[in-house]
């Protein structure tokens, strides 16, 4: 990583390479987990999913009366998703 963040400001990219060396000790927790589960663990894509739901679900409603009202309705929707993966299909199990 640090030949990385070097090579980085080298081509003039300071804040990725800041970056790096800020997070550098992060960047590797996924490998403490079974090989098997390193992409899934590595990539946003639960994260993008989520968001996607969130915007699918709150433009219908266009402008919210207050807060409070976006709040209930990502607070739904995040339980929704979790109910999902709780009861649903396991994204990850530890039975590598």
Known sequence: MQELAK??????YDPAAE???RFRFDLWNYKAYPKAHWKRIRTTNIIER???ELKRRSRP???F???Q???RLAGCIMININEE???GKKYLTMDV
């Open 7 to 12: 090579e980085l400001r080298d081509r003039g």
């Open 19 to 21: 970056t790096i060396d």
């Open 50 to 52: 989520i968001n996607k």
């Open 61 to 63: 409603v266009g402008a």
């Open 65 to 67: 009366p207050s807060d």
């Open 69 to 71: 009202s976006l709040m």
């Open 85 to 87: 993966w709780v009861t």
